[in-house]
T-cell receptor
Framework: EADIYQTPRYLVIGTGKKITLECSQT?????MYWYQQDPGMELHLIHY???????EKGDLSSESTVSRIRTEHFPLTLESARPSHTSQYLCASSEPGPSYNEQFFGPGTRLTVL | AQRVTQPEKLLSVFKGAPVELKCNYSYSGSPELFWYVQYSRQRLQLLLRHISRESIKGFTADLNKGETSFHLKKPFAQEEDSAMYYCALSAASGSRLTFGEGTQLTVNP
């Protein structure tokens, strides 16, 4: 079944640790996105990719990095986690071309940095 | 730069009452507008888009270019409508979305 997956769903980690949040989609989409969502607040786009080997920074400055080596995989990495990184991270994907830009979202990863 | 504003963080109505979630935007060109919804413990998902001019789950939204608004309306709210609603704007077809701050709608019995 076509879907978008995120692992882990929940992560509690200590300050200074390196972490990677996984995102994979089996929808055949070229475009993928990472958003940061704090409780009751807007979604902030932190990274996006329009295809393999293409990554761009989003509207909100983030210390995280991303890679896009395979079409279906778009992992996000924090080299040294800090309490300010505590948030919900949502991954999304959408079709290429002149579509109506519907984005399909994963279930999210809730990150807590102690 | 484009911006989306949802002036109400929280909105509470009774079942059967009309509901309107406000959305205003700023963008100099011709935007595409969307409403996304996140029900409790579910994923964020598209509710409707202005270009299709459709009604989904009884909700409608009309793009008012003069007032730069895209308010979401439903004549008779249901308890299952309780959710977080996000208005979003795309500057051009296929480009990135800019989301508003979201409105938490609660429909009371």
């Amino acid at each position: 079944e076509a879907d978008i997956y995120q692992t882990p769903r929940y992560l509690v980690i200590g300050t200074g640790k390196k972490i990677t949040l996984e995102c994979s989609q089996t929808m055949g989409h070229d475009k993928m996105y990472w958003y940061q969502q704090d409780p009751g607040m807007e979604l902030h786009l932190i990274h996006y990719s329009y295809g393999v080997n293409s990554t761009e920074k989003g509207d909100l400055s983030s210390e995280s990095t991303v890679s896009r080596i395979r079409t279906e995989h778009f992992p996000l990495t924090l080299e040294s986690a800090r309490p300010s990184h505590t948030s919900q991270y949502l991954c999304a994907s959408s079709e290429p071309g002149p579509s109506y830009n519907e984005q399909f979202f994963g279930p999210g990863t809730r990150l807590t940095v102690l | 730069a484009q911006r989306v504003t949802q002036p109400e963080k929280l909105l509470s109505v009774f079942k059967g009452a009309p509901v309107e979630l406000k959305c205003n935007y700023s963008y100099s060109g011709s935007p595409e507008l969307f409403w996304y919804v996140q029900y409790s413990r579910q994923r964020l998902q598209l509710l409707l888009r202005h270009i299709s001019r459709e009604s989904i789950k009884g909700f409608t939204a009309d793009l008012n270019k003069g007032e730069t608004s895209f308010h979401l309306k439903k004549p008779f709210a249901q308890e299952e409508d309780s959710a977080m609603y996000y208005c979003a704007l795309s500057a051009a077809s296929g480009s990135r979305l800019t989301f508003g701050e979201g409105t938490q709608l609660t429909v009371n019995p």
